[in-house]
């Protein structure tokens, strides 16, 4: 349960992790200051195995004109992908993915949208740099020499997953996933990652949880949530890699049902609580104007109302001297 006694609990143990200054996140020529303004990553699937169908595009036409509304909504950059990540959908070939990336990304890039590629084959990631992406949405481990050395050519940032496993599609044995407290494992596993990536000379890193990914260990949606929003509320303890969190927002459909398009922007409050920098979503405007309004809420508790006179007044706004 999510209480405030709960949350001053977590920040009496952790809080010292708060404030630790992270990077900027580059995109392209623009540097993103996700402290002061976090980032939106808006989604666009060319599969049609996604679940989300509002994210799904069946043509390049239909993936283009997508594109192109995620950005007028407010996101800063588009992630395009090609196969789910669910280990039961079809697997689709490098050069599939490839054909059907680059033209839109080429589309993209000439109407002045920037792009993120998610793919865990090198060849695609590198077709997909030349038609203009700016990021490599990392979701798998087994190829970091090549795909840090491929960023670093092209002059792109890298959005690291915390897979454990090769990639999304390939996880590891389950019952490695399941610890009480999994940012031990994260921080190792960023760690080593990100000095890799920063010593082959990757020009910027995201860091991302992964709390999308793999979730056959826990069956029952209420864990599954219990677990995600958990992972959201205590992402600032990532921040001592230095590097800003990317998360990708939970839907939560067990949970959330027939309202399941209003998931993500519950999902959003956890994470900006939590310090997250970059927010992954199908959602962009329903998102976007949470955040906002999360941005632009006091953090102080109003004064007392004051009289014109100067003078306090009673619970019913008449001024004692009134009376």
Known sequence: MISLRALAALVEEHGDELDHPVAPFLLGSRSLDTDTAPALMGILNLSRDSWYRESVATTREHAVRRGRTLAAQGADLVDVGAESSDAATERVTAQRQTDQLVPVIEELAAAGVATSVESYHPSTVEACLKAGSSVINLSGSADDEEMFGLAASYGASVVLCHIVGTHARDLADPAQAVEADP??????????????????GVPSVAVDPGIGFGFSWLPDPVDRARYQAAVLLQTFRLRRLGAPVCHALPSAIDLFGEEVRTAEGFFAVLASLGRTGIYRTHEVPRVKVVLDAVRGLPTQPPAPPVSSSGLDRDEDGVDREQR
């Open 183 to 200: 940012f031990p494992r994260m921080l190792e596993q960023f760690e080593r990652r990100l000095a890799h990536a920063h010593e082959l």
